[in-house]
């Protein structure tokens, strides 16, 4: 893959343009194609803003990589530090210009979101719990960033909740997969155990399961909605008991379960 592409993690912006997309589709169903000019620079803005908060993450966590990633681009050699870290202050640049072309509530997400992922880069992803809560409030901004772009937030709520429930749970079984290489960090498992740790997990995982059905009482979706979702919560049901054994399956069946209700709430959104 091309070292810049690498860097920005294409795949989680790409999926995090799609989050931007569904929130939109929540917010203003059949009139979301009148709204195309401002999701679009809504859409730059994410692009830019996730490319920007992983090649953050890669040039503060280069040492910490060159053990647990060492096929990224600067472990790897493929790209410099000083290009990394290049590479983000333009790309957060351009998010937040992209972004005051949006509506007043739009540009304020963005700009807080920028704000909250330099403090957790700097300071917070070395604490415990507080690191995994931000990175899962940065995910729920996404739906009410597409809420926000159309003027109709409020619709966006729940799904915000869902998505801060899952991300949260997945951040944590990912810092227990990663204890022995996380050696700067003083992250949620090295603080009360892994296993202490996965309880929490497996409580945010079944919590998203319990509040799924939420869209569809409050009638925002439809029953199709909830025939995808039930697949997904299957899967976070099982990722809340498999990674106790094996967090590297844990927290990646519970990125398939994440993307399947990716699915079932495009689906909502469409039907």
Known sequence: MNPVLQLFRIGNAVMGTMGLLIGVLIAAGTETLDHWQPVLLAAVAVFAFIGAGNSLNDYIDRDVDKRAHPERPLPSGRITPRQALSLSAVCFGLSFLVSLALPLEATAIVA???????????????????????????????????????????RTYAIALLAFLAILGREIVKDIEDME?????????KRIGARNAGVIASFAFLAAVVLSPLPYIEGTFGIWYLAIVAFADAMFIYCSIIHFQNPTKGQKVAKYAMLLALVAFLVGGML
């Open 112 to 154: 807080l979101a920028i704000v909250l992922m330099l403090s957790y880069e700097a300071r917070l992803k070395k604490g415990a719990l507080i690191g995994n809560v931000e990175i899962a409030v940065l995910t729920g901004m996404l739906f009410l960033l597409g809420g926000a772009v159309v003027g109709m937030m409020e």
């Open 181 to 189: 290489a996380d050696f700067d960090r003083q992250t949620l498992p």
